[in-house]
Nanobody, 124 residues
């Protein structure tokens, strides 16, 4: 069982930056693929980024490449999402999720554990 708690969301102007954090419980945190998803009102949940258990492999959705960076600190059981050059269309609830294993799945239904979400609002 993994419990995930996100933090770091808020209101920011377009072009600004935010850093989201997701703190996880458990002694085998590095055995989990970690991912960030987001969901805007009326839209499906979409993957933002994924990171391997050791942190050496990362993948991003095309619209986030070059603007967002996912990282993790396994000693702190924490995964991060650094978001730069934010746009109004990045406004959404951001969730972190965990999957035990080694496959960097993109589909949300592959992930077993979810945080409660943190709201990110980007004003124009």
């Amino acid at each position: 069982q993994v419990r995930l708690v996100e933090s770091g969301g808020g209101l920011v102007q377009a072009g600004g930056s935010l850093r989201l954090s997701c703190a996880g419980s458990g002694r085998t945190f590095n055995g989990y693929i970690m991912a960030w998803f987001r969901q805007a009102p009326g839209k499906e949940r979409e993957n933002v980024a994924r990171i391997s258990g050791g942190g050496g492999v990362t993948t991003y959705a095309d619209s986030m490449k070059g603007r967002f960076t996912i990282s993790r600190d396994n000693a702190k059981n924490t995964v991060y999402l650094q978001m730069n050059s934010l746009k109004p269309e990045d406004t959404a609830v951001y969730y972190c999720a965990a999957l035990f294993g080694t496959d960097l799945y993109r589909a949300p239904d592959k992930y077993d554990y979810w945080g409660q979400g943190t709201q990110v609002t980007v004003s124009s």
